[in-house]
């Protein structure tokens, strides 16, 4: 079945350091999707940054980078230069092709960034 | 252009009374989807329209769940009588395309709806 794994409930990071928020997946399909998004305060679900199974380079939007490794089933996102609004939940999501029109999701990282 | 608005934020209701969540998805957006997060767990799957049909239920808890699409536009979600497990953040989101989009397939979320069942 498939499955979304966030092992970290919770990280902390300083202003203006990189942070890497870990995700694995199970998945017995050849074509997925990857998904991060980030929760703020204010409740909404924003999508940052997407990865194809097929895809060959990582990912990358601004200051959000997607490091994806296939062969351990594992899509950490990576924030370079943290900010104080970074401070968030981050949801890690999968969607398979064929199989389903829906995004499984991860129980989520808390991310807080301190001055 | 709006974004996918929800309605009410914040629902407080006893249990076994009944509870009605609205979403308003993005104009133009024939995908509807409710998923549902009960707290410290991961958000769940609950449905999916495609405008007023109902494509994949397979997330529904149980009949206490009711949700319609009348016409192909806003969306609601009914639960009937309520419980204490129903209490969680129900979200709504949409998309423009069905099936996996090759670039983004990127599902536009509203803010949530809390439940809280006392």
């Known amino acids: 079945a498939q499955k979304i794994t966030q092992t970290q409930p919770g990280m902390f990071v300083q202003e203006k350091e990189a942070v890497t928020l870990d995700c694995t997946y199970d998945?017995?399909?050849?074509?997925?999707?990857l998904f991060w998004y980030k929760q703020p305060s204010s409740g909404e679900m924003i999508f940052l940054i997407y990865?194809?199974?097929?895809?060959?380079q990582n990912a990358t939007e601004g200051r959000y980078s997607l490091n994806f490794q296939k062969a351990r089933k594992s899509a950490n996102l990576v924030i370079s230069a943290s900010q104080l609004g970074d401070s968030a939940m981050y949801f890690c999501?999968?969607?398979?092709?064929?199989?389903?029109?829906?995004?499984?999701f991860g129980t989520g990282t808390r991310l807080q960034v301190f001055p | 252009e709006a974004g996918v608005t929800q309605f009410p934020s914040h629902s407080v209701i006893e249990k076994g009374q009944t509870v009605t969540l609205r979403c308003d998805p993005i104009?133009?957006?024939?995908?509807l989807y409710w998923y549902r997060r009960v707290m410290g767990k991961e958000i769940k799957f609950l449905l999916h329209?495609?405008?007023?049909?109902?494509?994949?239920e397979s997330g529904m808890p149980n009949n206490r769940f009711l949700a319609e699409r009348t016409g192909g536009t806003y969306s609601t979600l009914k639960v009937q009588p309520a419980e204490l497990e129903d209490s969680g953040v129900y979200f709504c989101?949409?998309?423009?395309?069905?099936?996996?989009?090759?670039?983004?397939?990127?599902?536009?979320f509203g803010e949530g709806s809390r439940l809280t069942v006392l």
């Open positions: 989101a949409s998309s423009q395309d069905g099936g996996f989009d090759a670039n983004t397939g990127e599902l536009f």
């Open positions: 998945t017995s399909d050849q074509s997925y999707g």
């Open positions: 990865q194809g199974s097929y895809d060959e």
């Open positions: 999501a999968m969607r398979e092709v064929y199989n389903t029109d829906k995004l499984i």
């Open positions: 104009s133009g957006h024939d995908n």
């Open positions: 329209f495609v405008k007023e049909s109902k494509q994949d």
